[in-house]
């Protein structure tokens, strides 16, 4: 039986770049929105066009540059905005409208439930007569009544919401309750088999992922998430961890997903570039030291070597796939008898794998004689 899927939607771009100090320029959204696609991810949540106009413009660059992914915007549930959003993604090759109903309406301080719903099924309907790819979200879902999320699930997939997605707003839930609250939703929306089930994890606990892969468990088959878990507050789910939870413990998850391991640290570094936030060293999966350590723990080859290559393009050092692979022999062989490969090291270990490609010398043999 082939294993089910798991589609990687990434927010960096969004939910990521919202947060205060992330910020990116429009080219630098576009060159990570490449980067993205090169990475694989499913899609790619370019922006919220309502917001500015700068924000509308880069969704709509992203759009009409980036092929692969499904490129999505984010818009509140009113009709401007879905209108507005359409306007920035409709030249995507697949484009995606994901509308919300912001906490208000569900915490029903504004509208009443039965008007809250109609307006989301409104405007569900609305954004599916732009596209057949529509994504609602009930913001703050996980503290809401579950019952009425249901409902709400059901209404909006009868008008063609092609995805569900239980945002944790605040990040206040526990894994077993994300869990339970995919079982709860699975049983109770009649219509369910229909849509794709998302979930969207703030760390405010620490749990983001392990609430996104408890949520995996019991059924959802969409994880937003961003590089290097940024985000408002303590951030989203991290995709490289979700990634390689998944990867490494695939015989725990068994499922599948489409992220390309060796592209995981090079959009790291892209981001840390770009915000000048650098992740801290001992950070999973691309922390300098889960990059300069043992291999012992099972991290797959393709991303240490993505690893190495990312660092040395950091350090001026462009190798050939073929001194790459030359060069990887001696950074592993190295990473053997020292415990923290410096940046020296690897311009020696460069050197030496250019050398090696060339048939001059050994790799390791040069690095340790
Ligand atoms: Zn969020």
Partial sequence: MMADYIKIL????????????????????????????????DA????????????????????????????????????????QCWEAIQDAERPRIHTFLPTADMHLEGLPR???????????ARARSYTSDVEFSPMDATRSDWQYVAEVFESVIDVGATTVNIPDTLGFAQPEEMAAMVSYLREHVANIDR??????????????????????????????CCINGIGERAGNAALEEVVMAL?????????????????????????????GILVQPNKAVVGVNAFGNDTGLGMPQDVLKGALRARLEQLGLLLSQDELNHAFTGFKRLSDYKSEVTDADLVQIANNGRRAAD??????GHVYR
């Fill in 247 to 275: 990867t490494v413990r695939r015989d725990h998850h068994h499922v599948e997903h489409g992220v390309q391991l060796e592209q995981l640290v090079p959009t790291s570094s892209l981001l840390q570039q770009f915000t």
């Fill in 114 to 124: 039965e008007q809250a719903k109609a307006r989301a099924v409104a405007m569900v």
């Fill in 359 to 364: 048939g001059v010398f050994d790799a390791i």
């Fill in 10 to 41: 990434d927010t960096t771009l969004r939910d990521g770049e919202e947060a205060p100090g992330f910020g990116l320029t429009t080219p630098q959204k576009v060159e990570m929105a490449h980067q993205l696609a090169r990475l694989g991810v």
């Fill in 44 to 83: 790619i949540e370019a922006g919220f066009p309502a917001v500015s106009s700068d924000n509308f413009e880069a969704v709509q660059r992203i759009a009409r540059e980036v092929q692969g992914p499904v490129i999505t915007g984010l818009a509140r549930a009113v009709a401007a905005d879905i209108d």
């Fill in 195 to 224: 849509a794709t089930i998302s979930v969207h994890c703030h760390n405010d606990l620490g749990v983001a992922v392990a609430n996104s892969l408890a949520a995996i468990s019991t059924g959802a088959r969409q994880v937003e």
